[in-house]
């Protein structure tokens, strides 16, 4: 282990060990978390109502969808929700995929992407149609749209992509979706748009408004810190969420739940998250530039290096304690890896870490 970081401890992880792989947010939950928390342990014994209830209607103001008051009574699944909350983003989908694909179906995901609404389809006997990015790493709408026939039932939107980090714009978003037939379903997961800068960006619940055939998934896990409580939310018009009830049971913890709630309650906290990654992925863009490297500019947690010997750089990196992806071996991407943003220190270890190694 280098002795750069031999002493070092980042929130959550075990000394000396910097975790660069796995995109979660180095700076933590807001402390209004971590007090609502311990707060509600003295009334464990209760169930979750008020909780659900509070959610569900701070997620509708911020995404400006319709609250269905019926949601007031504790214990009634609404026919009239716009949201669903879940145990993280990957359970929805997994209902998601019960609730519209058969056998048969085909899935638009474009690759490399995220993938895993492909593999569910697959595991539902559906098969998953893989399109290429472009030059730039950005989704190409149009290979999307001319791979759509007669067996299509959902294409896939990961925005920002993963592992990518780039974007689609509202106006290129909403004109993708508008020529679609309506029988297909366009899934937009935005697990990492509580970083984006860049206000172009698509706006899921907007098109959640817009349009019928839209479903979005979102996650607490990266901007708000909450991995460990797997908690993720759906948007969609009432009619899509029903049908996806019927595949997807129970709801998250009274805990978890309060966590959500105080987390929504400090948006300055997201903005703090936002403002790390952005310094992060500097440094990132600076070492880069000093050692000639190529680098994909990044909306999401996460920044692709091309770096040679992938293998050789990512084991190099795991031996000084630094843990980053082979983007090569995950996504065929040659002579890349994946790095997601750390603390300032973090970032700067690795920084150097990359100079020494490459240098």
Not at 208 to 226: A, D, H, I, M, Q
Request: hydrophobic letters at 45%; charged letters at 25%.
């Amino acid at each position: 282990m280098s002795r750069h970081n031999e002493e070092y401890q980042s929130i959550g992880l075990p000394p000396g060990i910097i975790r660069l792989s796995r995109n979660e947010n180095p700076i933590g939950p807001s402390p209004g978390v971590i007090e609502a928390v311990k707060a509600r342990c003295a009334r464990i014994n209760r169930y979750e109502d008020a909780d659900q209830i509070a959610l569900f209607r701070k997620l509708a103001e911020l995404h400006g969808v319709p609250h269905d008051e019926h949601l007031a009574l504790p214990g009634v699944d609404s026919d009239g929700a716009w949201i669903r909350v879940g145990d993280g983003s990957e359970h929805l989908m997994h209902a998601i995929a019960r609730a519209f694909l058969s056998a048969g179906d085909e899935v638009i995901e474009p690759d490399p992407s995220f993938g895993l609404m492909s593999r569910y389809a697959e595991q539902c006997g559906g098969r998953a149609v893989r399109t290429p990015l472009t030059a730039d790493y950005v989704y190409d709408l149009d290979a999307m749209e001319g791979a759509v026939n007669e067996r299509t039932r959902m294409a896939v939107i990961t925005n920002p992509n993963n592992p990518t980090g780039t974007i689609l714009t509202h106006d290129e978003l909403s004109r993708f979706v508008a020529g679609l037939p309506e029988r297909v379903i366009v899934l937009v997961d935005e697990a990492y748009a509580d970083l984006v800068e860049d206000c172009a960006c698509a706006d899921g619940a907007a098109l959640v408004r817009e349009f019928e055939n839209v479903f979005v998934v979102r996650t607490f896990s990266k901007g708000y810190g909450l991995a460990g409580f797997r908690l993720g939310y759906g948007l969609a018009q009432p009619h899509m969420m029903k049908r996806v009830r019927a595949f997807h049971g129970g709801t998250p913890s009274a805990m978890v739940m309060t966590a959500g709630i105080a987390a929504l309650d400090d948006p300055d906290h997201v903005s703090r998250t936002r403002a790390a990654a952005s310094a992060s992925k500097a440094l990132y863009y600076a070492a880069c530039a000093e050692l000639g490297l190529e680098y994909v500019r990044s909306e999401a947690a996460f920044v692709l290096i091309r770096v040679g010997d992938a293998a050789a750089v990512v084991d190099a990196l795991a031996k000084r304690g630094i843990l980053v992806i082979d983007a090569e071996s995950s996504w065929k991407l040659k002579g890349m890896i994946r790095v997601s943003y750390g603390n300032e220190r973090e970032s700067r270890i690795f920084a150097e870490a990359l100079r020494q190694i490459l240098c």
